[in-house]
């Protein structure tokens, strides 16, 4: 069964640190969310993709977070620098836009200490 | 804005017994609802998800959830819980018109006492 690829699963940085998070959808899902959930929270949308295209950053907070999916498949969601607040699982999902545009699948999540 | 509520932080229930967990939502469109499970440490997994038709979803691992308009209520339930049940319960909420984005509620921890 295909699945959303994550890593790492697990990353301890210092603040002020860069530190960056890879996703590989399922293939052939056009779209791509990150997702952050801080601990005893739900998830909350930071970036959606559409193929290569951004539609959707309006929670990421551009000044030290930025996300890429230069050829709509794979993507690198990057923090820099990293704060103590950034503390949080940071997951993936994607979705098909043919098959069922809703269903979301998510990947196993980076979990993010910050130090 | 969109919001999702689930008023119960944590339910603890013993094996067998039955299980209904909250979900209320406040959307401006016509929603497309999904409850996930989440074990520690783990990525979600989709349970069950309703977008139209029959309100009486059924899922996997024997969980069930009723769709309604008129309380703006999803609740999941499950007949007999089992001690593998235990985790935590995410009800989200989506729509076409902002974009399939998914808001989600604050979770619901589940513990399973035997």
């Known amino acids: 069964e295909a699945e959303v690829a994550q890593s790492p699963r697990y990353k301890i940085t210092e603040k002020s640190q860069a530190v960056a998070f890879w996703c590989d959808p399922i293939s052939g899902h056009a779209t791509l969310y990150w997702y952050r959930q801080i601990l005893g929270q739900g998830p909350e949308l930071l970036v959606q993709?559409?193929?290569?295209?951004?539609?959707?950053d309006s929670q990421l907070p551009k000044d030290r977070f930025s996300a890429e999916r230069l050829k709509g498949v794979d993507s690198t969601l990057k923090i820099q620098p990293a704060e103590l607040g950034d503390s949080a699982m940071y997951l993936c999902?994607?979705?098909?836009?043919?098959?069922?545009?809703?269903?979301?699948?998510f990947g196993p999540g980076t979990r993010l200490t910050v130090t | 804005a969109q919001s999702v509520t689930q008023p119960d932080i944590h339910i603890t229930v013993s094996e067998g017994a039955s299980l209904e967990l909250r979900c209320n939502y406040s959307?401006?469109?016509?929603?497309?609802l999904f409850w996930y499970v989440q074990s520690p440490g783990q990525g979600l997994q989709l349970l069950l998800k309703?977008?139209?038709?029959?309100?009486l979803v059924q899922g996997i691992k024997g969980f069930e959830a009723e769709f309604k308009r008129s309380q703006s209520s999803f609740n999941l339930r499950k007949p007999s819980v089992h001690w593998s049940d235990a985790a935590e319960y995410f009800c989200?909420?989506?729509?076409?018109?902002?974009?399939?984005?998914?808001?989600f509620g604050a979770g619901t921890i589940l513990r399973v006492k035997s």
């Open positions: 309703y977008f139209s038709g029959d309100t």
């Open positions: 959307y401006g469109a016509t929603p497309y």
């Open positions: 993709f559409q193929d290569e295209s951004v539609v959707d």
């Open positions: 999902a994607s979705s098909s836009t043919r098959d069922n545009p809703y269903e979301q699948y």
């Open positions: 989200a909420v989506g729509a076409r018109e902002y974009g399939n984005k998914l808001v």
